[in-house]
């Protein structure tokens, strides 16, 4: 039974387009033709998959086969980056797209909060693309070198870190002096801004708009990532903005419907202007100081509970961590050491 509301193949094709425009300058031809065909074959599939089956409304159908689309676009642009020969890139793919597809109707069906679905398919999808990446070093299709540089990419992550380094460093220029800010809290459930909020349009950039409009979706994107965040890290970083921008970032928040306002080029767009002005920051991979990190994590986990989670983990996973917490380095390459490590710290 058809979805009442839901186009799919519109929908799928304006994905299509948007991704176009959001494909590193860099990529030659084929890998951006590559990149968007993926993301659009995936959307339609999941698109047509959704309306047939007619299980979910349109709101419900058009979200999976967004974060279907989105997730394509990041991992292709991944796999693009990891220097994995082409003919391994399809069934890595496959494989991510069919994990978000079940992750994301299960998560519906147990009408799970959207912040808590969206962790939950970022973790499965990033254990799917890690597994998949060891797999071909089992088969001894790549080596050592290249699994370590396949895994260590992160196209989300590192325009999420690109912005969040944006945000602090714009809030030490502008913000006021200590004593002068403002007391104002972020409330446990921010209040939706009273009346109407027309965002403005940027098709052809940023550097096209006025300055006022410019600065207002710099605001909403921040407000954005910082609705995906814990309040104490939100706070941390707000009380070193101005009070006026401190003020418009907090309704921003309470905008339920916020990433509908906003379209996804234009969000893309003010992330990427975040990373360009920031140098790269190198993560700390030394093996003993991740060891370390997760030595110090077991002291606030049940040692039972970290078994339970780690159950469906490979053994070579479990072996590293719990070994960890003994204080013993096992051999592991040291950038998927620390996404264990980030793993573990984000169950606490």
């Not at 992160?154 to 325009?159: G, H, V």
Request: glycine share 4%; with cysteine; hydrophobic share 45%.
């Amino acid at each position: 039974m058809a979805i009442k509301g839901f186009d799919y193949k519109a929908f799928a094709q304006d994905m299509h387009a948007q991704a176009s425009e959001l494909v590193p300058a860099h990529f030659t031809p084929d890998q951006k033709e590559y990149i968007t065909t993926t993301l659009l074959k995936f959307a339609m599939i999941a698109g047509e998959a959704l309306d047939k089956d007619g299980e979910f409304n349109a709101d419900q159908a058009v979200m999976i086969t967004q974060i279907i689309a989105e997730w394509s676009f990041h991992k292709s642009v991944d796999l693009v980056n990891s220097g994995i020969p082409r003919q391994y890139w399809d069934p890595i793919m496959q494989k991510i797209a069919l994990t978000i597809f079940e992750v994301s109707k299960n998560a519906f069906r147990q009408n799970v909060p959207q912040e808590q679905a969206l962790e939950a398919i970022e973790h499965h999808v990033r254990n799917t693309y890690v597994h998949a990446i060891e797999e071909l070093k089992k088969r001894n299709l790549i080596d050592d070198e290249l699994m370590e540089k396949a895994v260590s990419q992160s196209n989300i992550d590192a325009m999420a870190q690109s912005a969040d380094e944006q945000m602090q460093a714009e809030a030490q220029q502008q913000a006021a002096p200590a004593q002068q800010r403002p007391q104002g809290r972020v409330p446990q459930g921010a209040p939706a801004p009273q009346g109407a909020v027309n965002l403005p349009k940027a098709p052809n950039g940023l550097e096209k708009l006025d300055a006022e409009s410019a600065k207002m979706l710099r605001l909403v994107t921040v407000a954005m990532l910082f609705q995906r965040m814990q309040q104490d890290k939100v706070q941390v970083i707000l009380d070193k903005f101005n009070p006026d921008e401190a003020n418009d970032i907090i309704r921003y928040m309470g905008m339920n419907d916020l990433t509908k306002k906003i379209d996804a080029r234009t969000v893309m767009q003010c992330l990427r202007e975040f990373r360009d002005i920031l140098p790269a920051q190198p993560l700390n991979l030394s093996p003993t100081k991740i060891v370390n990190k997760i030595k110090a994590l077991g002291d606030f986990i049940d040692r039972s509970k970290l078994e339970l989670m780690l159950k469906p983990e490979r053994a070579r996973v479990r072996r590293f961590v719990f070994s960890a917490l003994e204080g013993e380095v096992v051999d592991m390459p040291p950038k998927v050491a620390c996404i264990i490590a980030s793993h573990i710290e984000s169950m606490v």
